[in-house]
């Protein structure tokens, strides 16, 4: 029999896309719920509790709830995309690639936290460096970041495509997080496995889906010795063999004049960069992603599949 998939919050802008990301497979069995119904408690508990794997596409307190209403069925898994769960130990963090180990633990967990748009950037291009000894401890981290407005969900892109509603936002670029108390912050500096939080700045442009996360560094705050050229061949030995995270060559990255944040839009990969130059003293990393894609329901399906593996 196959497999039984819910996805709670599945009318909503990260339950959809998994939902189109679905659309096609006969290997599971999607269960639905009307969308006038999908705030009825009592039908959505039966369905979290019929499933094999439940993703939950919800707030965070929707989620919280979602799995206190599992917490006693130990046949159903779940992943989840809101921020509840991500730096609580005994959830698996769903970041397949950013270490050896972490496809294993996701493949044979029962819950399972899905990364944050921004994060999945930001850690993806430090992670590998703190674990490879080069991103120094102490280092004054700082993450600036531009995400396609769907990262707001149903409300924002209500805000930025209806210009006739009293919020509309009209703005073509906007930085916000400005008190500097974003909610990725605790889970990049737990995942990002830093010493010191990052100071985040994320903001948000007129355009649905797409994103771009810079962390920029100075070389001689770093190990003795670190080079551009060490830098990327330290990502490109740590994303050997992945097609899912790959890392653009310096031969590629040095001609380029621009980046476009809506390149990777509709697709699940994500692209690292190492920018500067040679015998410079200065780098700057980059991510590109979909925030919708690594950054969101891409992952989700990545993390299913690993875990119907098992
Ligand atoms: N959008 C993105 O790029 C990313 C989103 N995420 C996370 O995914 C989760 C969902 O976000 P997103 O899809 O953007 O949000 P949306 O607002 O687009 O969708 C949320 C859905 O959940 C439903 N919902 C809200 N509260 C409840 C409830 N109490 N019971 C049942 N259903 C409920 C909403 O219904 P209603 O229409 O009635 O409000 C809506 O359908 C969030 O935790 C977000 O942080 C993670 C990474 C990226
Ligand atoms: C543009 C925008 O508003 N982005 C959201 C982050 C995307 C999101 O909600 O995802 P997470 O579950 O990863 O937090 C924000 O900054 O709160």
Redesign the pocket.
Known sequence: MAPKIFI??????????IRTRMAGRRDVELLSIP?AE????AI?EDMLNSADIAI????????K??VQMVSANNNVRVI?????YRVDPSWAYGFAEMDKEQAAKISSARFVA????YPTGAIGLMRPLRAAGILSDGYPVSVNAV??Y????????AQMEDQSRDDAISAPHFLYGLTLTH?HVPEMKIHGLLDRAPIFAPSVGKFA?GMIVQVPLHLDMLASGTTLESIHAALTAHYAGQDIVTVAPLADSGKMARVDAVELAGKDTMKLFVFGTPGGSQVNLVALLD??GK???G?AVQNMDLMLAS
């Open positions: 709670d919050g599945e009318h909503g802008t990260t339950g959809l896309q969308e999908r705030r009825n408690a959505r939950l596409c919800l707030p965070d307190d929707a989620s709830e979602a989840d995309t809101s921020t509840a899905n990364p944050g748009c995400s396609g769907t990262g707001g969900g149903k409300q924002m892109i909610k889906q925030n919708l950054g969101a329901s992952a």
